[in-house]
């Protein structure tokens, strides 16, 4: 399970009975929790998280234990209406919200310029399971390297991404990384703040958190019973 900060590492690792070991791997640190899951502060945004999902990955296995799963979590903004604040999006879609050009069209994804993806897929029976367990809404999670902060780019990303219910940093960085591996992704977030003008007042990190740990509460032993085998490609 990859997070992008320590604060939601922590707050994902409190849904467990009991506190993680520390499990060093070259150039990162695990957290082991109960069960066996492994809990990293992967860093922000899609490239570092990317990095560090691979060397967790990569350290798997070489050591003879590769991952069925990977998990990609944390808070983020929600489009209003449909994601509001303290809220749960399962990504069904985990897109690169700007990878590609700007022509004087209009912009092109990677894949309209011939090369590359924009867009990974979850395990849809998975996503519909994370769903019912923990009341999270489906739908498309947009990653971006730069945060929005008008509502003219809001609505923008809205109309080229008309499923967007959240945006975040890290999940098309961590499900490439799975994707390189043959591994499944998921990603899952807590709503923080609404996506548009940055008004730090309006902001529910707190409450997001909380949810963040009262989901994996509820998510546990959907995993845990999850077949790995029941995959869709990334």
């Excluded at 985990?94 to 979850?122: K, N, S, W």
């Excluded at 940055?198 to 989901?215: M, P, V, Y």
Aim: proline share 9%.
């Amino acid at each position: 399970m990859a997070t992008a900060v320590p604060v939601e590492r922590d707050a994902v690792a409190r849904a467990f009975p009991a506190p993680g070991t520390e499990v060093p791997r070259p150039g990162i640190v695990l957290h082991r929790l109960p069960g066996g899951w492994d809990l990293l502060d992967a860093g922000v945004g899609p490239a570092l998280a990317a990095a560090s999902t691979a060397a967790a990955l990569t350290a798997a296995a070489l050591g003879g234990s590769p991952y069925d799963l990977v998990v990609s979590a944390g808070i983020g903004g929600g489009f209003a209406p449909h994601a509001p604040v303290g809220s749960l999006v399962v990504a069904d879609e985990i897109t690169a919200a700007d990878l590609g050009a700007e022509t004087a069209d209009g912009f092109l994804p990677v894949t309209e310029l011939g090369f590359g993806t924009v867009t990974h897929h979850p395990p849809a029976g998975l996503v519909a399971a994370v769903a019912a367990a923990t009341g999270a809404r489906p739908g498309t999670v947009l990653t971006g390297s730069t945060v929005t902060g008008t509502a003219e780019r809001a609505a923008l990303l809205r109309t080229r991404h008309p499923r967007a219910l959240a945006e975040a940093m890290e999940g098309f960085g961590v499900a490439g990384a799975a994707a390189a591996h043959g591994v499944p992704v998921l990603e899952l977030r807590a709503v923080s703040n609404p996506v548009g003008p940055r008004d730090r007042a309006a902001w529910r990190i707190g409450e997001a958190l909380a949810a963040l740990t009262d989901a994996f509460g509820k998510l546990a032993p959907v995993l845990t019973s999850w077949n790995p085998h029941d995959r869709h490609a990334c």
